[in-house]
C-alpha cells in the first residue's frame, strides 16, 4: 500500500513556474513508477508526465513538453513536477499517482495504469 501526498499547487500569473511535490510513504518507492495527471473542470484526467522507478526515463504529454520536467528522490520518497512558461490552459488539479514498474522503459500513461492516487492540488494560472 502506497500513500501519496501532493503539495505545491497556487495560484500564478501566465509565464510563471511553479513546483509540485508528491511524498510517498513506505520503504519500497524506489520500485514504482510514478506520473502526474491533471484534470480540468468537465474534462477528463488527462496524463501529464511520468517517470520510471530509477528516474532514467521520463515521459511527457506533448501540451507540456519542453515546459515541465518530472524528476524522483527516491532518498526522500519525492517526486516532483517543475511547471515553467504556465499557461491558462494549465489549470487543472493535479494528481499523482504510483505503480510498481514491470518492465525497463516502461511508457505509463493511462490513468488506468495506475494503482494508488494522491488527493490532488489546484493549480490556477491566470491570464
Known amino acids: 500500500q502506497v500513500q501519496l501526498v501532493e503539495s505545491g499547487g497556487g495560484l500564478v500569473q501566465a509565464g510563471g513556474s511553479l513546483r509540485l511535490s508528491c511524498a510517498a510513504s513506505g520503504r519500497t518507492f524506489g520500485t514504482y513508477a510514478m506520473g502526474w495527471f491533471r484534470q480540468a473542470p468537465g474534462k477528463e484526467r488527462e496524463f501529464v508526465a511520468s517517470?520510471?522507478?530509477?528516474?532514467?526515463?521520463?515521459y511527457y504529454a506533448d501540451s507540456v513538453k519542453g515546459r515541465f520536467t518530472i524528476s524522483r528522490d527516491n532518498a526522500k520518497n519525492t517526486v516532483y513536477l517543475q511547471m515553467n512558461s504556465l499557461k491558462p490552459e494549465d489549470t487543472a488539479v493535479y494528481y499523482c499517482a504510483a505503480r510498481r514498474q514491470l518492465f525497463t522503459g516502461a511508457d505509463y500513461r493511462g490513468v488506468n495504469d495506475y494503482d494508488y492516487w494522491g488527493q490532488g492540488t489546484q493549480v490556477t494560472v491566470s491570464s
Open positions: 517517470i520510471s522507478k530509477s528516474g532514467g526515463n521520463t
